[in-house]
């Protein structure tokens, strides 16, 4: 038996797992005892990866050769990697001849390798001349990122894992970790019991096992995070548990978010977050008094239209108290996706570009110009993912390549998404899966390998670097996916009678040591790292310089803030009240969220049975009340209906929800639901209602909430 180092492809914990294989086929996955992200530990999901790679099962599900169809009206049918790509190349090259190369655009995915997302990042900005390209990251950590380069100066999260271990007090927002990060969660247990001093403060919305094993849960009403925060601060104030030493050698800004924080009131903050003040006081003391005080934060911040606020306001919380810059302190976001860190690393979004520069700053562009070999990187910034969409489906933007993700499913609002799909011009998917709801959609399918079968790396939570290797051979005529593009770039090259190519890639490697290049000198140099060395040494966090032996795992221990002035920014917020509000027709909040065994749009873990034990099917979730008033029983079927559309699900009792509160997982799509015998209307999933506003910041859209009527099927 082979045994290959990797990580598991799932959510940004990014822990370390081991695949047993014989070269052909995955036989067996175990924990990566070595790995400082998990030390050998897997959850459901990661435990079962194996399940999800058997030969049967990528027989069903997997896209194994390039298809193509001549006309919308036509099937796809088998063709061939040169043809295909030809053809594609071709398309682009009229395209853009005859209407500019804004007319193109592409949608990637925080699933991929960084060594992927660059390339993608370099044939889009760097040959075609277009910023239109996004990221699936747009929906996950866009608003983390705006949040700590409004106040910190850099898309850096402060804090590492280790700290975890080292706080006095966890305050978990907005995050369901024991489902969502679970072998951080298993951390925190794991601290608890050695340090029964640790506290540990959840606020959500839902009542989560994560809330429950809180020892103070704040309860409060969707999106009032800010006010909370706020809230915490004005307490602080009072309680002169602010560090004012620290502020002004520090920070600036602090002056006016000090008047507007004035207004929020325990009795005030109480009453709009719906908790009782002396809840409210005691965790502004908490985390005031705490030596050590770790905020551990992910989509209930992230994933709304003032989601860079919400960010925004904790982290002053944190600078106001200097919570920041030490051992167990911190604002940390745990990253959703496995691989978003990456993808910020090297730029690949709309508005980004590689080694952590801006497209708006010009001095960047011709930084990454110079690097690539291009005469320029174009200044128009590129359509975010919400504008992408609909860039395509008002006809602005013609070809449509979308990579690695999902959005026929994924993305709010349904019916503008599909109606876009429609209207594109061409829709390329390059997938490991064609099970996707997306898949349908496509013009040309390019078959792309998937975990186990590529290499490369990737950076987790907390900026730790990890090689991710190959246990077996690609199936079928799947290709890698920096591979798919830049044997594409070669081609469009020719079209554009370019002399010589800026893709001079053969191996993974090669790429990555351009991106490693990229990053001299800025905030995540990693100039001293070598693909030897993280075999060799294992993982690694940025930053990490030329000369350097080691990583960094805290950042700003110094005080220093990469801004212009070395000082940390106060960014001065209120509380703005979410976009769909409750009204007489739409009665009930509804929210969405992870399940414990479930991943994204269930393309892989919906291939393993042993998964749905936790939860089988689809449902709404409703308190016991709210339900008794509408004479609706566990298992009845409902209408739930908003302004975007009526999706059918099946209703259940949930203590974790207050009265007026609704929940339903964010997994299911029409896939796995056609066999339940309900026809092919009975849901496209949650994301059929939910909202496409978004943070005027981030352009993150509000995915987590929306408001509904529900009525008896
Ligand atoms: Fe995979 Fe995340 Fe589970 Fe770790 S915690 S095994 S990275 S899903």
């Given at each position: 038996m082979i045994e290959t180092k990797a990580t598991c492809c799932y959510c940004g914990v990014g822990c370390g797992v081991v695949i047993q294989s014989d070269g052909q086929q995955v036989l067996g996955v175990r924990g990566d005892?070595?790995?400082?992200?998990?030390?050998g530990r897997l959850c459901s999901k990661g435990s079962t990866l194996h399940l999800s790679a058997q030969p049967g099962i990528q027989k069903q599900v997997r896209a194994l050769y390039p298809e193509m169809r001549s006309s919308r009206d036509q099937a796809r049918v088998r063709s061939d990697w040169d043809s295909t790509l030809g053809s594609m190349a071709h398309r682009f090259a009229e395209t853009i001849a005859k209407h500019g190369p804004d007319s193109v655009g592409f949608y990637i995915s925080g699933q991929l390798l960084t060594e992927d997302y660059y390339v993608f990042n370099k044939l889009a900005k760097g040959l075609i001349g277009t910023n239109n390209i996004d990221s699936n990251s747009r929906l996950c950590m866009s608003s983390a990122v705006a949040g700590y380069k409004q106040t910190l100066g850099a898309d850096a999260p402060p804090s590492c894992y280790e700290d975890l271990e080292l706080a006095e007090l966890i305050f978990i927002v907005g995050s369901n970790t024991a489902y969502a990060h679970p072998i951080l969660y298993r951390r925190i247990e794991a601290a608890r019991k050695n340090n029964p001093a640790l506290k540990v403060i959840v606020a959500d919305p839902r009542r989560t096992d994560t809330a429950r094993e809180a020892d103070l849960f704040l309860q409060i009403l969707p999106g009032t995070d800010v006010a909370l925060f706020n809230g915490m601060l004005h307490l602080c104030l009072w309680e002169d548990l602010i560090d004012l030493d620290y502020i002004a050698a520090h920070t600036e800004g602090f002056a006016d978010l000090k008047q507007t924080v004035r207004a929020y009131t325990p009795a005030f903050v109480a009453q709009t977050c719906g908790i009782r003040e002396e809840d409210l006081i005691l965790a502004a003391r908490l985390f005031g008094q705490s030596k050590a005080s770790l905020s551990l934060y992910c989509q209930g911040l992230n994933q709304s239209a003032s989601g860079t606020a919400k960010n925004a306001a904790l982290i002053n919380l944190h600078l106001a108290t200097h919570q920041i810059g030490k051992p167990g302190a911190g604002p940390f976001s745990l990253t959703g996706q496995p691989n978003a860190m990456g993808g910020r690393e090297v730029g690949g979004m709309a508005n980004l570009l590689s080694g952590h520069r801006d497209l708006a700053n010009p001095r960047h562009r011709a930084e990454v110009a110079a690097l690539w070999g291009v005469a320029d990187v174009p200044e128009k910034p590129g359509k975010t993912a919400v504008e992408l969409f609909e860039a395509v489906r008002q006809g602005e933007i013609k070809l449509l390549w979308i990579v690695c993700t999902n959005p026929a499913q994924s993305?709010?609002?349904?019916n503008l998404i599909r109606e876009a799909l429609n209207k594109a011009e061409l829709v390329i998917v390059q997938e490991a899966y064609r099970s996707t709801a997306t898949v349908p959609y496509a013009d040309i399918l390019l078959p792309a390998t998937t975990w186990a079968e590529k290499s490369g790396t990737v950076t987790n939570s907390e900026r730790r670097i990890s090689r991710v290797n190959a246990a077996i051979a690609p199936p079928g005529e799947t290709r890698h996916d920096w591979a798919i593009a830049t044997a594409f770039a070669r081609k469009l090259e020719k079209f554009l009678d370019k002399p010589w190519t800026i893709f001079p890639y053969d191996t993974p490697e090669d790429v990555w040591l351009e991106h490693r290049e990229s990053t001299r000198g800025r905030d995540l140099d990693i100039t001293g790292l070598s693909y030897q060395l993280l075999d060799s040494q294992g993982p690694q966090q940025w930053p990490f310089p030329a000369g350097a032996t080691h990583g960094q795992p805290r950042l700003y221990e110094d005080g220093i803030f990469p801004t212009a002035n070395g000082r940390a920014r106060f960014v001065n917020v209120d509380y703005q009240p979410v976009v769909d509000k409750i009204d007489a027709r739409h009665p009930f909040a509804l929210t969405t969220g992870r399940l414990r065994d479930q991943w994204h749009g269930m393309s892989r873990t919906g291939t393993v049975a042993q998964l749905f034990s936790h939860v089988a099917e689809p449902g709404i979730e409703m308190a016991a009340p709210d339900m008794a008033r509408r004479f609706l029983k566990n298992g009845d079927l409902v209408h739930v209906t908003n302004k975007r559309g009526s999706q059918i699900f099946t209703v259940s009792e949930s203590d974790e929800m207050r009265p007026g509160q609704t929940f339903i997982a964010m997994h299911w799509g029409e896939e796995y639901v056609s066999g339940r015998g309900h026809g092919s209307n009975f849901s496209v999933g949650v994301n059929a209602l939910t909202s496409p506003a978004l943070d005027p910041s981030s352009k993150q859209p509000e995915l987590k909430h929306t408001a509904v009527k529900i009525l008896k099927a």
């Open positions: 005892p070595d790995h400082p992200a998990n030390f993305m709010p609002e349904q």
